[in-house]
């Protein structure tokens, strides 16, 4: 695998074959390396970016503390034959500093995460279209656990008539439901086994065992701080911390109704 940290790096491996791009922050976990799988069923070259990217945290969010395991990601990547690594340091992303140069849609950012986090999916949206810029990919693929996330940058893509093709991944989730998350090494073994009733939770609700109002109780009661339960687009949506560590999922309805059929 080749390490590229420089735009003039990224330069010298555009060529004539197709080239399927997953940016992620890092702390790489089975969910990433699902998207790196996709990735290659597209196209012959895959290349992965590692950034943890300043302007999409808040004052009091987790940025310094955010996991970085970067011995360990090169290991993962290599032992899925990944060709790239783009590598880079926030100079080369933000060489005029830490600036918001692309905004998110208004209607799809302010609900759900945009509440209460603001101005994040302006961070997600600059630095994915100068990475989008800078590495000129035919497909990029994004995990549906940013359900919101992705239809911001689907959105994005469109209205800046970027040419790529965004690729949505399905949640790869721990054997007892939990989304995977690099946040997840931040919950206690006690929070550890409280954490997939959010998962337990978004079921019920798309099953129709329980209302929105029932399951935020319970999820309360287990000791979550609820920043939102929801129903939107035929999708429910959840966001809880536990803790200090904040936890997002979400489930389709229509994936639920050959359950409700048996
Ligand atoms: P992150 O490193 O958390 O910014 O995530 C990078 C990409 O991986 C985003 O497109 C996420 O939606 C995706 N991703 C993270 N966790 C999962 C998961 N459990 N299943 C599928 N995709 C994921």
Same mark, same amino acid.
């Given at each position: 695998?080749?390490?590229?940290?420089?735009?003039?790096?990224?330069?010298?491996?555009?060529?004539?074959t197709k080239l399927?791009?997953?940016?992620?922050?890092?702390?790489?976990?089975?969910?990433?390396?699902?998207?790196?799988?996709?990735a290659q069923s597209?196209?012959?070259?895959?290349?992965?970016?590692?950034?943890?990217?300043?302007?999409?945290?808040?004052?009091?969010?987790?940025?310094?503390?955010?996991?970085?395991?970067?011995?360990?990601?090169?290991?993962?990547?290599?032992?899925?034959?990944?060709?790239?690594?783009?590598?880079?340091?926030?100079?080369? *992303?933000? @060489?005029?500093?830490?600036? !918001?140069?692309h905004f998110a +849609? /208004?209607? &799809?950012?302010?609900?759900?995460? =945009?509440?209460?986090?603001?101005?994040?999916?302006?961070?997600?949206?600059?630095?994915?279209?100068?990475?989008?810029?800078?590495?000129?990919?035919?497909?990029?693929?994004?995990?549906?656990?940013?359900?919101?996330?992705?239809?911001?940058?689907?959105?994005?893509?469109?209205?800046?008539?970027?040419?790529?093709?965004?690729?949505?991944?399905?949640?790869?989730?721990?054997?007892?439901?939990?989304?995977?998350?690099?946040?997840?090494?931040? *919950?206690? @073994?006690?929070?550890?086994? !409280?954490?997939?009733?959010? +998962? /337990?939770? &978004?079921?019920?609700?798309?099953? =129709?065992?329980?209302?929105?109002?029932?399951?935020?109780?319970?999820?309360?009661?287990?000791?979550?701080?609820?920043?939102?339960?929801?129903?939107?687009?035929?999708?429910?949506?959840?966001?809880?911390?536990?803790?200090?560590?904040?936890?997002?999922?979400?489930?389709?309805?229509?994936?639920?109704?050959?359950?409700?059929?048996?």
């Open positions: 695998m080749q390490i590229l940290k420089t735009k003039n790096d990224l330069q010298k491996i555009q060529g004539d399927a791009f997953v940016p992620t922050m890092g702390a790489l976990h089975e969910g990433h390396l699902s998207l790196v799988k996709i597209y196209a012959k070259k895959v290349i992965v970016s590692i950034f943890v990217n300043p302007t999409q945290f808040g004052p009091n969010e987790d940025l310094s503390k955010y996991p970085r395991t970067i011995e360990d990601d090169i290991k993962k990547l290599e032992s899925l034959n990944v060709d790239f690594l783009f590598l880079p340091d926030a100079s080369e *992303l933000y @060489p005029q500093g830490l600036e !918001i140069t +849609n /208004k209607e &799809l950012s302010e609900a759900l995460c =945009g509440l209460n986090r603001p101005g994040h999916f302006d961070g997600v949206c600059t630095v994915v279209y100068k990475l989008f810029d800078l590495i000129k990919p035919d497909y990029a693929i994004f995990g549906q656990k940013d359900y919101q996330q992705l239809l911001i940058i689907k959105d994005m893509v469109k209205t800046e008539q970027i040419m790529l093709e965004i690729i949505e991944a399905e949640i790869f989730r721990e054997a007892d439901g939990l989304a995977m998350s690099s946040r997840n090494i931040y *919950l206690s @073994p006690e929070q550890r086994l !409280i954490a997939p009733k959010l +998962n /337990k939770a &978004l079921k019920s609700v798309a099953q =129709g065992k329980q209302s929105i109002d029932e399951a935020k109780l319970d999820l309360i009661s287990l000791g979550f701080e609820l920043d939102y339960l929801e129903t939107r687009r035929n999708r429910v949506f959840v966001a809880a911390k536990l803790g200090s560590t904040r936890l997002i999922d979400n489930i389709s309805l229509s994936a639920m109704i050959p359950l409700l059929n048996n």
